[in-house]
């Protein structure tokens, strides 16, 4: 990619308004995403004309979050209160109902176009000094429809202060396939832990998968009201895979890199126009981890790390890969 002037930035990006601003389309084959510049979100990705994750309307913003990345950390900080040094940091609360700072501080900011082409664009955003948060970082997102028709994710943050900050990374895409009947699918996901959470899903345990959250087999998700986060993934070849599949054979997969060492599942009942929506969200750390320490990372001064994930479609009848 290269660095692109404002002036007929993509011929791609959406010349009408839309409530989750510039919209960058990317095609390759019979591939096509699309991006926001909102939260540098995925709006949508699809195969064949086979839609593969849940999208929304110009004039909304993503329902449940869908598709947006989520930086400096992913899911909830209990309170929104946590400790640096022995002070008390305080985060705005944005999940007022369970009194949490939820999904970081970038999910509302629109990100800067950096890089494009055909097949990819990668977007930025800086996160300043505030309070609760008094560390200068900037979260790169770079999507791509790679040669095997993929839509393959990097997400790199750099830190710009001069002191080592704390972070978690994450995703939030809800998977579909096409217009399958949600409840008929069945989703697989290879992990042998569950965080135990309380009423408000802040995690103060752990334990080994059970019926409500074992999918290692597969579950129906007519089966399934959960919201729950899993470790302890079975990684093949550096990636962990999570698949959502109907009986036809056809499947939809997304898959997260060693980096990422948790998923969360969120089975919706109210996304707008479905029955049920699917979020399968890779993560470097599950909730409340700026208090529990649980896979939080500290970036030192002048440096950057990155994680990756992807999705891939199968067709029914298709060889397994």
Not at 96 to 120: D, I, K
Request: aromatic residues 8%; hydrophobic residues 40%.
């Amino acid at each position: 990619m290269t660095a692109s002037s404002e002036q007929g930035t993509s011929a791609a990006a959406s010349a009408r308004p839309c409530a989750t601003g510039r919209q960058y389309e990317l095609r390759r084959g019979d591939a096509v995403a699309v991006v926001t510049e909102l939260a540098a979100g995925l709006r949508s990705f699809s195969r064949g004309g086979v839609l593969l994750t849940e999208t929304y309307g110009d004039d909304e913003i993503s329902p449940g979050g869908a598709g947006i990345t989520l930086a400096p950390w992913a899911n909830r900080v209990e309170d929104g209160q946590w400790f640096l040094d022995g002070r008390k940091q305080q985060l705005d609360i944005t999940e007022v109902s369970r009194n949490n700072a939820s999904h970081g501080l970038l999910r509302n900011t629109g990100y800067a176009l950096v890089g494009e082409s055909q097949h990819a664009v990668a977007l930025e955003a800086t996160v300043f000094p505030q309070h609760g948060y008094p560390f200068l970082v900037r979260h790169r997102v770079e999507y791509r429809l790679s040669d095997d028709l993929g839509l393959h994710v990097r997400q790199t943050l750099s830190n710009d202060g001069t002191a080592a900050a704390p972070f978690v990374l994450g995703a939030h895409p809800y998977l579909r396939l096409g217009d399958a009947p949600v409840e008929e699918l069945q989703l697989t996901v290879a992990a042998e832990t569950r965080l135990v959470t309380d009423e408000r899903l802040i995690p103060r345990s752990s334990a080994p998968v059970d019926s409500d959250a074992d999918f290692r087999s597969g579950r129906l998700i007519a089966e399934l009201a959960v919201d729950v986060a899993l470790t302890d993934l079975h990684y093949d070849a550096g990636k962990a895979r999570h698949i959502l599949a109907a009986s036809d054979g056809s499947q939809v997969s997304l898959w997260q890199d060693e980096a990422c060492r948790y998923v969360h599942i969120y089975v919706s009942t109210v996304y707008p126009g479905r029955t049920r929506a699917v979020a399968v969200e890779p993560m470097t750390g599950p909730a409340n981890a700026f208090n529990s320490g649980d896979g939080l990372r500290w970036l030192p001064s002048g440096e950057s790390f990155s994680m990756e994930w992807g999705i891939d479609y199968r067709p029914g009848g298709a060889p397994q890969q």
